[in-house]
């Protein structure tokens, strides 16, 4: 039998937030005195939280380890206590210069606040199957603390007060051990892990409850791809390494071509031949998916953000005009009350842009190069204001799929049009799909041809020689009305890692992508019920909106939820779609076009109420009717 480890071993010197020395001790300690059915997970997310350590046994039970490096001789802590409670102890220390201060980053807190999160939230299956319930988790959870560079007796003096004052001394104290480096030296499990090797067996333990665990330790899909450089064929290669002679070019392709790759490798490129370069895209959520491929192309040694500035077209808008002209009062006039808010983002903010760009005249920050994503969703009007920002004898390049024209202004882009913005020569295609799954790439197609024969249309195409290298599971529920969409949603989200068995999906993983925000907030209300956080776009307010479209990123530890439009760019291996009466028809085909292949599967459910839409998928293999 070989020990389960999330991430793997050979992974672990990759980790974005790279182990401590003392971290790596830990691991080496866990891995060579447990018992190989114990798995191991590092730094998982835990639907928001990242412990250090959790270690789980499907037949035994779950431990959870808080892990420190400090130095208790660096500096005197010492026990204070609460001027309100008197039996709440408080973790202060003293610094070099005298001053007094409370250490905020208690572990022991720490470690009971995930024990309490698991048993809670995560697995309240526990309690459940136990009489006694306000202490079931007990004998199952257990909550440890190990600080690497000071002895376990010395750790007992310091934190005696809080067991002591949350009646965890005495028997409580096998379930939460702490431990110093002089155990870690003479590898004694009994002090560190003392419940680890007492059971065989848990008869509280029950498969289904390690299953739900793992939803939430196993390294989400996300993590693991963010440490693989990027993939790029010689012709995406080829793009992102050279300009043309004019310094223009213009790059199309269908959905999961590269059109994002080849974007993200050149700003990386240009980052290291320290060219200052603005990526602009349109979506406000996306700045955060460039600058991610971006620093995963292959340029061991060098630093590759240094010279990029990632912005959305009207964030870049508002620094010209409130940045570097100082029209902060014009800014904020355009958001008067009442105010046309389609004619303030298409037309009066480039006015002011415009504005601002002469006022600041040679002051205004200018750029070697500007990269222009998710083209088709630009007037040419923005286009040209942006190249007035531009170095002489410089580079612009824009990509573009007309395919993904949700609102509808790829049409202004005329060949007249073209000729005015600095092209010339034929577009750049990118055919060939690399990152749909071939049998999603036949029903798009399909789709495509009975829903929007009008449209002209980049329709992906898959690599010749693939073969059944990228399974799928495709489930289309059509829903007799309305009302039940938001639940449903919810269910075709919950029920995926069933779907996936035995393979694991890692409950950050999970997107829902809906059509209106008040259908996405229906659903992360719903959610929310059971104990599932999720990072959203959703809010009645739109400021809110905006600054949740800005912290919105994949790497989040918990569940996605978004709008179609708002994931226009992305891209997820485990995903549910909404589609309403009322829902766009080519946002159906650019919400189902976001699906990632891998060869260990990908997942989309489609929740329809569309009636419309029945016919088409009734031609999915996997098609029902609620």
């Known amino acids: 039998m070989t020990r389960f480890i999330s991430p793997s071993k050979d992974e672990l010197h990759h980790l974005r937030t790279p182990l401590t020395i003392g971290e790596k001790r830990v691991f080496e300690f866990f891995n060579q005195n447990l018992s190989e059915d114990w798995e191991?997970?590092?730094?998982?997310?835990?639907?928001?939280?990242?412990?250090?350590?959790?270690?789980?046994?499907?037949?035994?039970?779950?431990?959870?380890?808080e892990v420190k490096d400090w130095d208790l001789a660096a500096m005197p802590y010492h026990i204070r206590y609460s001027s309100t409670e008197s039996n709440n102890p408080e973790l202060w220390a003293t610094s070099r210069d005298g001053r007094n201060f409370r250490i905020k980053d208690n572990p022991v807190e720490k470690v009971l606040l995930y024990k309490n999160s698991i048993a809670n939230l995560y697995c309240p299956q526990i309690n459940n199957n136990c009489a006694d319930q306000s202490t079931a988790y007990l004998s199952?959870?257990?909550?440890?603390?190990?600080?690497?560079?000071?002895?376990?007796?010395?750790?007992?003096?310091?934190?005696?007060?809080?067991?002591?004052?949350?009646?965890?001394?005495?028997?409580?104290?096998?379930?939460?051990?702490?431990?110093?480096?002089?155990?870690?030296?003479?590898?004694?499990?009994?002090?560190?892990?003392?419940?680890?090797?007492?059971?065989?067996?848990?008869k509280f333990m029950k498969p289904e409850l390690a299953t739900s665990l793992r939803g939430w330790l196993v390294e989400p899909d996300f993590s693991a791809t963010q440490r693989q450089p990027l993939e790029l064929n010689p012709k995406q290669r080829q793009l992102a390494t050279s300009r043309t002679?004019?310094?223009?070019?213009?790059?199309?392709?269908?959905?999961?071509?590269?059109?994002?790759?080849?974007?993200?490798?050149?700003?990386?490129?240009?980052?290291?031949?320290?060219?200052?370069?603005?990526?602009?895209?349109?979506?406000?959520?996306?700045?955060?998916?460039?600058?991610?491929?971006?620093?995963?192309?292959?340029?061991?040694?060098?630093?590759?953000?240094?010279?990029?500035?990632?912005?959305?077209?009207?964030?870049?808008?508002?620094?010209?005009?409130?940045?570097?002209?100082?029209?902060?009062?014009?800014?904020?006039?355009?958001?008067?009350?009442?105010?046309?808010?389609?004619?303030?983002?298409?037309?009066?903010?480039?006015?002011?842009?415009?504005?601002?760009?002469?006022?600041?005249?040679?002051?205004?920050?200018?750029?070697?190069?500007?990269?222009?994503?998710?083209?088709?969703?630009?007037?040419?009007?923005?286009?040209?204001?942006?190249?007035?920002?531009?170095?002489?004898?410089?580079?612009?390049v824009l990509v573009a799929d007309e395919t993904q024209d949700l609102y509808e202004r790829a049409?202004?882009?005329?060949?007249?049009?073209?000729?005015?913005?600095?092209?010339?020569?034929?577009?750049?295609?990118?055919?060939?799909?690399?990152?749909?799954?071939?049998?999603?790439?036949?029903?798009?197609?399909?789709?495509?041809?009975?829903?929007?024969?009008d449209l002209k249309l980049n329709l992906p195409t898959a690599q010749a020689s693939e073969l059944d290298l990228y399974?799928?599971?495709?489930?289309?529920?059509?829903?007799?009305?309305?009302?039940?969409?938001?639940?449903?949603?919810?269910?075709?989200?919950?029920?995926?890692?069933?779907?996936?068995?035995?393979?694991?999906?890692?409950?950050?993983?999970i997107v829902l992508l809906l059509p209106t925000h008040k259908l996405g907030l229906a659903c992360v209300s719903l959610l929310n019920e059971q104990k599932f956080n999720v990072i959203h776009i959703f809010d009645e307010d739109q400021q809110e909106q905006k600054s949740r479209k800005m912290a919105f990123f994949m790497g989040d530890a918990r569940i996605k939820a978004c709008t179609i439009h708002s994931f226009k760019g992305w891209e997820a291996r485990y995903m549910v779609i909404a589609i309403s009466?009322?829902?766009?028809?080519?946002?159906?085909?650019?919400?189902?076009?976001?699906?990632?292949?891998?060869?260990?599967?990908?997942?989309?459910?489609?929740?329809?109420?569309?009636?419309?839409?029945?016919?088409?998928?009734?031609?999915?293999?996997?098609?029902?009717?609620?």
């Open 40 to 65: 191991i997970y590092i730094q998982p997310h835990l639907n928001g939280l990242r412990p250090d350590f959790v270690l789980l046994n499907p037949k035994v039970g779950i431990a959870v380890f």
């Open 140 to 202: 199952l959870i257990t909550a440890g603390v190990i600080v690497t560079t000071a002895d376990t007796r010395s750790l007992e003096e310091l934190f005696s007060p809080f067991y002591q004052a949350r009646n965890l001394l005495g028997k409580a104290k096998l379930y939460h051990p702490l431990a110093g480096c002089d155990a870690l030296l003479l590898n004694d499990l009994e002090t560190v892990f003392p419940t680890a090797n007492r059971w065989r067996i848990s």
């Open 245 to 396: 002679i004019s310094g223009y070019r213009r790059i199309r392709g269908a959905a999961g071509s590269g059109k994002s790759l080849v974007l993200a490798a050149r700003a990386a490129q240009l980052s290291i031949e320290y060219k200052d370069t603005l990526v602009v895209s349109f979506n406000i959520t996306l700045w955060h998916y460039l600058r991610d491929l971006a620093v995963r192309y292959s340029l061991p040694g060098k630093t590759i953000n240094r010279y990029i500035t990632w912005l959305h077209f009207h964030e870049w808008c508002k620094q010209v005009i409130c940045g570097e002209a100082g029209l902060d009062n014009e800014y904020k006039a355009l958001w008067r009350e009442n105010s046309n808010i389609f004619e303030i983002l298409e037309i009066e903010i480039v006015q002011l842009t415009n504005k601002a760009i002469d006022i600041a005249g040679t002051q205004i920050t200018k750029y070697d190069v500007i990269l222009v994503d998710e083209g088709q969703d630009y007037n040419p009007i923005w286009w040209n204001t942006l190249r007035r920002v531009l170095k002489a004898d410089r580079e612009m």
């Open 411 to 453: 049409r202004s882009w005329t060949e007249d049009a073209m000729n005015g913005a600095g092209f010339s020569g034929p577009w750049v295609q990118l055919e060939t799909c690399y990152r749909m799954p071939h049998s999603l790439i036949k029903y798009l197609r399909d789709f495509a041809k009975r829903y929007l024969p």
């Open 471 to 509: 399974p799928t599971n495709l489930r289309w529920l059509q829903l007799s009305s309305s009302q039940s969409v938001s639940r449903e949603c919810v269910s075709a989200a919950l029920k995926m890692p069933g779907l996936a068995t035995p393979d694991v999906i890692a409950y950050p993983d």
């Open 581 to 626: 009466e009322d829902t766009n028809i080519e946002s159906a085909y650019v919400a189902m076009s976001r699906l990632k292949r891998h060869t260990e599967g990908s997942y989309l459910t489609v929740v329809c109420s569309n009636p419309i839409l029945e016919d088409f998928g009734r031609t999915w293999e996997n098609f029902i009717r609620l």
